[in-house]
């Protein structure tokens, strides 16, 4: 067993040195919500010394002087209590190296409430009460998850700290659970916070949060993080840690200097367990060839209600606190179900609303159209751009086309059959009639192409800059069909389908490049490539873009720590990545 703490020197920090300043709590006399107010009236305006800054703070806030006391960084992801620490940092040649593939690398600063919750904004990002030295392979692991209990962990770190899913009553979902001994130190973090920010923690998306100033928790994780600080007391190292802050900050964590305030602050209320009601009254009010708006009358609750969360055709797409929602990255002419969800302030969730339908526009004619003004330039389309569809007998009469391509071009002529417009009526035993829409996709001369059915020609497509419709009769083929469109002089088997999102390239560029906030490896990539935040496995969404601006990947609501691409071409792509209300955008190549 390590040795804790000496008792001398304990002393000195209890007794003699950076002690609660004389009268600092004196105003500090109420019970409940108001006494968590009058300790942020005591604890705000503290000192901002930076982000950078955090580091000179951990030079005297996180020494290990507790257990090997050996002037090592202590780390909680680290540090092993009962024996030898699996590894250990200087704290001054050990910091931020960006090479965060195995634990012991490096370590760097863990926000205990993450970054994107108070997205990135100061004083929080810079709060050294909240804010720990800890590796990064580790706090990438961590994320963004919650902070709470796992039964059966999919990754465990070096020490005994655990990510999983929760079995904290109340929650489900990823988690990561620090070992015992300093369950108490993060919980009195989580309850710092909650005081210190008691302003605008209302205002912060986080699921541990309930979007009250006042309560601030959920009542899940409330319980458990007030089990964590009564399982694990204040210890002396949180005590020297508070004293090391209050030195650079000017301003203290009240929970380690009273822990009796948690109980005096947090258990005055019974849990709120009446779910809000349904909004009423959801409509589409407008849509354009890429979003929609909605709008609906506001719910109520018995408490308060916290917010709105938003799905489209059954996912979730995003949460609003107003009673108006604009919904974007929609493809054009579809049809979209939306429902809302209403969220009170203690995590309480209401029936679905009525769904309802809207349609979004096709993209305006005259406006700016990345995919018209580029296709001019691509060269002759390759054997891999197309799909084909076949089906035997009366197994499917009406086909959908919502395959995707990648080139838009057949001997530098482009095709479009859009979503819905390629249909067949049948004869009792096949495809009697076939009618194709097509549109050019790019500013070249008209033509037509053969419509071949088992490789037999059965008519003419003609396609221009306008949508043509275009009904060949009188197929009447049986068995296994094959239906493929070629150009006026090789036959081939490939069915060309539009159904892709463009986004201009110079929209791309012209967004904010934060080239220290994530990285892609290994790059070049042969498809399959990870991400790299300070944070690692963020969820968030990540799109890909080809340098014409065309979407050739999306996937929302997804870990980010590993992605597999392995459909697309060689080529330079854009990697854009979106967390909360920050985008994030890397070039990326592609073997």
């Given at each position: 067993?390590?040795?804790?703490?000496?008792?001398?020197?304990?002393?000195?920090?209890?007794?003699?040195?950076?002690?609660?300043?004389t009268?600092?709590?004196?105003?500090?006399?109420?019970?409940?919500?108001?006494?968590?107010?009058?300790?942020?009236?005591?604890i705000?305006?503290?000192?901002?010394n930076g982000?950078?800054g955090?580091?000179?703070?951990?030079e005297?806030?996180?020494?290990?002087?507790?257990?090997?006391?050996?002037?090592?960084?202590l780390?909680?992801?680290?540090?092993?209590?009962?024996?030898?620490?699996?590894?250990?940092?200087?704290?001054?040649?050990?910091?931020?190296?960006?090479?965060?593939?195995?634990?012991?690398?490096?370590?760097?600063?863990e926000?205990?409430?993450?970054q994107?919750?108070?997205?990135?904004?100061?004083?929080?990002?810079?709060?050294?009460?909240f804010?720990?030295?800890?590796?990064?392979k580790?706090?990438?692991?961590?994320?963004?998850?919650?902070?709470?209990?796992?039964?059966?962990?999919?990754?465990?770190?070096?020490?005994?700290?655990?990510?999983?899913?929760?079995?904290?009553?109340?929650?489900?979902?990823?988690?990561f659970?620090?070992?015992?001994?300093?369950?108490?130190?993060?919980?009195?973090?989580?309850?710092?916070?909650?005081?210190?920010?008691?302003?605008?923690?209302?205002?912060?998306?986080?699921?541990?949060?309930?979007?009250?100033?006042?309560?601030?928790?959920?009542?899940?994780?409330?319980?458990q993080?007030?089990?964590?600080?009564?399982?694990d007391?204040?210890?002396?190292?949180?005590?020297?840690?508070?004293?090391?802050?209050?030195?650079?900050?000017?301003?203290?964590?009240?929970?380690?200097?009273?822990?009796?305030?948690?109980?005096?602050?947090?258990?005055?209320?019974?849990?709120?367990?009446?779910p809000?009601?349904?909004?009423?009254?959801?409509?589409?009010?407008?849509?354009?060839?890429?979003?929609?708006?909605?709008?609906?009358?506001?719910?109520?609750?018995?408490?308060?209600?916290?917010g709105?969360?938003?799905?489209?055709?059954?996912?979730?797409?995003?949460?609003?606190?107003?009673?108006?929602?604009t919904?974007?990255?929609l493809?054009?002419?579809t049809?979209?179900s939306?429902?809302?969800?209403?969220?009170?302030?203690?995590?309480?969730?209401s029936?679905?609303?009525?769904?309802?339908?809207?349609t979004?526009?096709?993209?305006?004619?005259?406006?700016?159209?990345?995919?018209?003004?580029?296709?001019?330039?691509?060269?002759?389309?390759?054997?891999?751009?197309?799909?084909?569809?076949?089906?035997?007998?009366?197994?499917?009469?009406?086909?959908?086309?919502?395959?995707?391509?990648?080139?838009?071009?057949?001997?530098?002529?482009?095709?479009?059959?859009?979503?819905?417009?390629?249909?067949?009526?049948?004869?009792?035993n096949?495809?009697?009639?076939?009618?194709?829409?097509?549109?050019?996709k790019?500013?070249?001369?008209?033509?037509?192409?053969?419509?071949?059915?088992?490789?037999?020609?059965?008519?003419?497509?003609?396609?221009?800059?306008?949508?043509?419709?275009?009904?060949?009769?009188?197929?009447?083929?049986?068995?296994?069909?094959?239906?493929?469109?070629?150009?006026?002089?090789?036959?081939?088997?490939?069915?060309?389908?539009?159904?892709?999102?463009?986004?201009?390239?110079?929209?791309?560029?012209?967004?904010?490049?934060?080239?220290?906030?994530?990285?892609?490896?290994?790059?070049?990539?042969?498809?399959?490539?990870?991400?790299?935040?300070?944070?690692?496995?963020?969820?968030?969404?990540?799109e890909?873009?080809?340098?014409?601006?065309?979407?050739?990947?999306?996937?929302?609501?997804?870990?980010?720590?590993?992605?597999?691409?392995?459909?697309?071409?060689?080529?330079?792509?854009?990697?854009?990545?979106?967390?909360e209300?920050?985008?994030?955008?890397?070039?990326?190549?592609?073997?």
């Open positions: 067993m390590k040795n804790y703490y000496s008792f001398l020197l304990f002393l000195v920090f209890a007794t003699g040195f950076s002690q609660i300043p009268g600092y709590y004196d105003t500090a006399t109420g019970t409940g919500y108001a006494l968590k107010t009058q300790l942020y009236n005591i705000k305006g503290h000192t901002d982000y950078g955090l580091y000179t703070t951990y005297t806030s996180d020494i290990d002087n507790f257990y090997e006391n050996d002037g090592s960084v780390d909680m992801y680290s540090e092993n209590p009962a024996g030898t620490d699996p590894y250990n940092y200087s704290i001054a040649t050990t910091q931020r190296c960006g090479n965060y593939t195995n634990e012991g690398d490096c370590y760097n600063r926000h205990i409430i993450p994107s919750v108070f997205n990135e904004a100061s004083p929080m990002r810079n709060d050294a009460h804010i720990t030295p800890t590796d990064g580790v706090n990438g692991i961590r994320s963004n998850y919650p902070h709470a209990m796992v039964a059966n962990p999919t990754i465990t770190s070096q020490n005994g700290s655990k990510l999983g899913e929760s079995t904290t009553a109340g929650y489900t979902g990823p988690v659970e620090p070992i015992d001994a300093f369950k108490g130190d993060i919980a009195r973090m989580y309850f710092y916070f909650a005081t210190r920010y008691e302003n605008t923690v209302s205002g912060y998306p986080y699921a541990m949060f309930n979007g009250t100033s006042t309560k601030v928790f959920t009542p899940a994780f409330l319980s993080l007030i089990a964590w600080h009564n399982q007391p204040v210890s002396p190292r949180e005590i020297a840690r508070n004293n090391a802050i209050y030195a650079r900050q000017n301003n203290r964590n009240p929970f380690i200097d009273h822990p009796e305030y948690v109980a005096a602050v947090w258990t005055t209320e019974p849990d709120d367990t009446t809000p009601t349904a909004v009423t009254g959801l409509a589409v009010t407008a849509t354009t060839s890429n979003s929609a708006n909605l709008s609906w009358t506001a719910a109520t609750d018995n408490v308060a209600v916290a709105y969360a938003i799905y489209v055709n059954d996912v979730f797409k995003q949460n609003a606190t107003g009673t108006t929602a919904l974007s990255g493809s054009p002419l049809t979209y939306f429902y809302v969800i209403t969220k009170d302030t203690s995590n309480n969730l029936i679905p609303s009525t769904t309802v339908n809207g979004t526009t096709d993209v305006p004619a005259g406006t700016t159209d990345c995919a018209k003004e580029s296709f001019a330039n691509i060269p002759t389309a390759t054997s891999s751009s197309y799909t084909t569809r076949s089906w035997t007998g009366d197994a499917g009469l009406i086909w959908t086309a919502t395959d995707a391509r990648t080139d838009q071009t057949i001997n530098t002529k482009a095709i479009g059959i859009r979503n819905g417009s390629l249909t067949a009526t049948a004869t009792p096949g495809i009697g009639d076939l009618t194709v829409t097509t549109q050019l790019f500013s070249g001369t008209s033509g037509t192409f053969n419509l071949r059915v088992n490789g037999n020609i059965v008519g003419l497509i003609s396609y221009n800059a306008s949508v043509t419709t275009t009904t060949i009769s009188g197929i009447n083929v049986s068995g296994n069909v094959v239906i493929s469109i070629t150009d006026n002089s090789t036959p081939t088997n490939r069915v060309a389908i539009d159904d892709l999102s463009w986004t201009c390239y110079s929209n791309l560029s012209n967004e904010s490049f934060e080239r220290d906030s994530f990285s892609v490896y290994p790059n070049p990539s042969d498809g399959d490539f990870k991400i790299q935040f300070g944070n690692a496995n963020e969820l968030g969404k990540i890909i873009f080809s340098t014409l601006g065309q979407k050739v990947f999306e996937k929302e609501n997804s870990n980010l720590s590993s992605v597999k691409v392995n459909h697309l071409s060689k080529g330079i792509y854009i990697v854009r990545i979106t967390q209300s920050k985008t994030y955008i890397k070039k990326i190549i592609i073997n």
